[in-house]
């Protein structure tokens, strides 16, 4: 009988995912539940064929010098791989895998959380509350913005950027977009298309960002970008911290200049800059985009099979490299 491939897992994922890895694989486990750095990789993958691993396992380019020379695939517990350096992998012959689709519908969930959270002021809300502040209902109380005929601007219009437009119209909000490319009528669904992002921002009065954090797209909401946007703008942020420049931001968020900001991802998580925190108008989550149980038992067993196909010597459903 041939024997089960060795495999690194470097978080702890949900039961059925652990159990799947307990019957197929010979695992050795992280103690720990948090990203492992480059030399903990470089240790814990000694004698391991592949690594199931997650945003916040340094899978730089020297966390993929520091692997084992029989390491030969990378599995992530995600959608996004911008903590892999993949031209590093694809160098190196290391193939990797990564988790589309299955934790589109729950991303998009919390833009909209967000979009509402942000712009119906729910944390200043609940904070009255809680603190035994709210003295009772006055008209002018906690005033927030309505969605309702708001022009939503999404960068970005892949999966999770459809999945938040079609919820989104639900709440009567006109759907505009720039994507690399202009998507067939039936998937835009007559949302307008912006050739250029600086177009796009001119008319978000909620500006979503929905794209990949690249070195394209680095700190992409900067300052110069932000006075583009339309007086009181809600700015939303679910793909990834990289993607906005937090002092920029901040600032805006300071004058008023953008009304409010909701913010799932940060640059250097889970280090949130300090200042969001004492911004009334910034509504904060901690990376809750994917956190369903169905989404993250779904994510787990795409990675399972993306590893499973490997070693079959079958095209996995999900490679990146
Ligand atoms: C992803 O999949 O990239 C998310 O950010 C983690 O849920």
Redesign the pocket.
């Known amino acids: 009988m041939q024997s089960k491939p060795r495999l690194l897992v470097t978080r702890r994922f949900p039961g059925a995912v652990m159990e799947r890895i307990g019957r197929d694989y010979q695992a050795r486990h992280n103690p720990g539940d948090r990203g492992l750095t480059a030399e903990e990789l470089g240790e814990l993958g000694r004698g391991c064929d592949a690594l199931l691993c997650a945003?916040g396992d340094a899978l730089d380019a020297r966390g993929i010098a520091a692997l084992p020379a029989s390491v030969r695939a990378l599995a992530t517990f995600?959608?996004?791989y911008d903590h892999i350096d993949v031209e590093a992998a694809r160098t190196r012959g290391l193939a990797v895998f990564n988790?589309p689709d299955v934790?589109t519908d729950a991303t998009a969930e919390i833009a909209l959380l967000l979009m509402l959270g942000a712009s119906r002021r729910a944390w200043e809300g609940q904070r009255m509350l809680r603190a035994g502040d709210w003295t009772g209902w006055t008209p002018t109380q906690l005033l927030g913005r309505g969605l309702s005929s708001k022009r939503l601007g999404i960068l970005g219009m892949g999966r999770i950027g459809q999945a938040v437009a079609r919820r989104a119209r639900g709440f009567g909000v006109e759907i505009h977009y720039c994507n690399r490319n202009r998507l067939p009528a039936e998937r835009e669904a007559g949302a307008t298309y912006h050739a250029a992002p600086e177009s796009l921002l001119g008319v978000s009065q909620i500006f979503s960002l929905h794209c990949p954090a690249t070195p394209e797209t680095q700190r992409f909401l900067d300052r110069e970008r932000i006075a583009l946007l339309p007086p009181d703008p809600i700015v939303i942020n679910t793909a990834r911290g990289a993607v906005v420049d937090d002092a920029a931001l901040i600032e805006a968020l300071r004058s008023g200049r953008v009304a409010a900001a909701g913010l799932d991802?940060f640059e250097d998580e889970p280090d949130v800059n300090p200042d969001y925190l004492s911004l009334p108008n910034a509504y904060l989550l901690p990376?809750l985009?994917?956190a369903t149980v169905e989404a993250r038992n779904a994510?787990g067993l795409l990675a399972l099979d993306n590893l499973d196909a490997f070693f079959a010597g079958r095209e996995p459903p999900a490679r990146v490299v």
């Open positions: 945003p995600s959608v996004g988790t934790l991802v990376h985009g994917s994510m």
